[in-house]
C-alpha cells in the first residue's frame, strides 16, 4: 500500500477540487470553527476532508496518520477517517480537543499502545478504528499533556488551576487508572 500522508490546507483549495470530500460535523458560516485536510496517497492527491466543529471551543488541532486511517483532532471532538473506505467516525471529548500522541513520539515500536488523544480534563486510548480503550478520570481542568510513556505508565502534567498550575501525575497505560 501507498503512503499515506494529511496536512491541514490554507483556505484555497482549488487544486483540490475534484477528490471526493468527507464532511466532518455540522456546518458552520464561522471561519475559525472550520478547517480542510488534504490526505494523499503516494504522490497524489486522493481526498479531502472537510471539518466543521460544532463547538465555541476551538483552541487546538491535530493530525495523525495511523497505516489506512487518518485521526484529526479539532474542537472537541476526534475523527477517524478510513481512507480507503472513505468513512468516518466522531468521538466527542470532555471540553476541548488537546492534542494527540502516538507511541513513535516516545521512541517506542508501534504495539505499546494505539492512540492517545488529550481534552481539556482526560486522557483517552482509542484504536485506531476509533474504539475507546478506556478513558482516564479528570487530570486537570484546562489542559492535559503526556510528557512521557514508560513501561505502562504514562506520566502527564494537568493544569488544575489555571493560569499556570500544573501537577504532574502518572497514570497506567493498560487501563488509564491513576498510577500510585
Known amino acids: 500500500m501507498k503512503k499515506i500522508e494529511a496536512v491541514f490546507l490554507d483556505r484555497d483549495v482549488s487544486s483540490w477540487e475534484k477528490m471526493p470530500k468527507i464532511n466532518l460535523g455540522e456546518r ?102 476509533s474504539e475507546e480503550i478506556w478513558r482516564s478520570s479528570a487530570l486537570g481542568v484546562d489542559g492535559v499533556i503526556v510528557n512521557d510513556v514508560i513501561s505502562n505508565t504514562i506520566r502527564i502534567s494537568g493544569e488544575w488551576d489555571p493560569p499556570g498550575g500544573w501537577e504532574e501525575a502518572e497514570i497506567n497505560l493498560v487501563d488509564g487508572a491513576n498510577a500510585i
Open 28 to 129: 458552520s458560516s464561522i471561519e475559525s470553527q472550520k478547517r480542510i485536510v488534504g490526505v494523499s496517497m503516494g504522490d497524489k492527491k486522493y481526498l479531502l476532508l472537510d471539518i466543521h466543529a460544532c463547538d465555541q471551543c476551538v483552541c487546538f488541532e491535530s493530525i495523525k496518520v495511523l497505516e489506512d486511517s487518518v485521526v484529526v483532532g479539532f474542537g472537541e471532538c476526534v475523527y477517524f477517517v478510513d481512507v480507503l473506505n472513505e468513512t468516518f467516525k466522531v468521538k466527542r471529548m470532555d471540553g476541548y480537543f488537546g492534542a494527540l500522541y502516538t507511541p513513535d513520539e516516545f521512541g517506542l515500536p508501534e504495539d505499546v499502545f494505539h492512540i492517545l488523544a488529550a481534552s481539556a480534563s482526560h486522557l483517552y486510548h482509542f484504536r485506531r478504528n
